[in-house]
């Protein structure tokens, strides 16, 4: 969806960068390749094993409150762990 990643990589990058850092080590990884500028990271995907307590899950919940829940219709951390579980 445009509108998420546009609110993760531009509009809201740093509130993104604080979310990861705080994730680091749990469900958040550093991957290699990246540079002092522009990391790259693996995000762990939302399940519906209870572990709402995630860098994805917190990420949604700031999308919602960035777009004034304009996409929570579509865009939920239900949904986000029903597709991960569909396609495990």
Same mark, same amino acid.
């Given at each position: 969806? /445009? @509108?998420?990643?546009?609110?993760?990589? $531009?509009?809201?990058?740093?509130?993104?960068?604080? !979310?990861?850092?705080? =994730? &680091?080590? +749990?469900?958040?990884?550093?991957?290699?390749?990246?540079? /002092?500028? $522009?990391? !790259?990271? +693996?995000?762990?995907? !939302?399940?519906? $094993?209870?572990?709402?307590?995630?860098?994805?899950?917190?990420? &949604?919940?700031?999308? =919602?409150?960035?777009?004034?829940?304009?996409?929570?219709? !579509?865009?939920?951390?239900?949904?986000?762990?029903?597709? =991960? $579980? +569909?396609? @495990?």
């Amino acid at each position: 969806m /445009e @509108v998420f990643s546009s609110f993760v990589f $531009d509009e809201e990058k740093e509130l993104t960068l604080t !979310i990861l850092e705080k =994730h &680091l080590g +749990r469900s958040v990884g550093l991957l290699q390749g990246g540079t /002092e500028e $522009d990391q !790259i990271y +693996r995000v762990k995907s !939302i399940t519906s $094993d209870g572990d709402k307590d995630n860098a994805s899950a917190e990420l &949604l919940k700031e999308f =919602h409150v960035y777009s004034k829940n304009q996409y929570s219709n !579509i865009l939920s951390v239900e949904k986000a762990a029903a597709i =991960h $579980d +569909r396609n @495990v």
